[in-house]
Structure formats: C-alpha cells, structure tokens
C-alpha cells in the first residue's frame, strides 16, 4: 500500500520561505514521476514542480526561480523550497506520485499573509 505523508506548511509573511517534504512508503522514487501540485480556493488543482523519470523538471511559470523541486531516491522523499513567497502562492500544496498509478498526499496548508 502507498502512503505519502507530507510536512512543512504553515503560516509565513511575504517573502519569507518554507520547505516542504513529502515521505513515501511502499513504491520505490527510482523509477516514478515526482512532483508537487496545489490547489487555491476556488480554484483548479494546478501543478507546481515535477521531476520526470527521465530526470527533467519542469515549474509553474509563476514560481520559477523561487521554488526548487529536488528528491532523495535513498529515502524515498520528495521536497519543495519555497523562497520569496507571495500571497497568491497561498494554497494547499498536494505531493504526486505516479509510477503506473497516480498517488497524491493529504495536503498540506500554505498561508503567505502579512
């Protein structure tokens, strides 16, 4: 069974930075896709970061050169650095796994307020 268990949210002030990490058990990081999606209020789910097999990344356009994507395929851990971060990266932040199937974590809140 696939478990992803993601940490890191929180409450911060524009332009301050959190890292968040996403843990998984059962599936092997090796050979999966990777990634982050997020999800704001009243909005769709949109894809934030993402580490293909083939070892390319890709980001959101509004977050490039702010957020970093990176994984640890020995402890089977996906993380996003989120620096200089807005009000409109407030959002739920999901991870994504997909290796066949797809697999999401619970989310985790992100809140970037003054």
């Known amino acids: 069974q696939v478990q992803l268990v993601e940490s890191g949210g929180g409450l911060v002030q524009p332009g301050e930075s959190l890292r968040l990490s996403c843990a998984a058990s059962?599936?092997?990081?090796?050979?999966?896709?990777v990634g982050w999606y997020r999800q704001a209020p009243g909005k769709e789910r949109e894809l934030v970061a993402i580490?293909?097999?083939?070892?390319?990344?890709d980001y959101l356009d509004s977050v490039k050169g702010r957020f970093t994507i990176s994984k640890n395929n020995a402890k089977n851990t996906v993380y996003l650095q989120m620096d200089s971060l807005k009000p409109e990266d407030t959002a739920v932040y999901y991870c994504?796994?997909?290796?066949?199937?797809?697999?999401w974590g619970q989310g985790t809140q992100v809140t970037v307020s003054s």
């Open positions: 580490i293909r097999t083939s070892s390319t990344i």
């Open positions: 994504y796994v997909m290796r066949g199937s797809r697999y």
């Open positions: 059962g599936i092997f990081f090796s050979f999966a896709t």
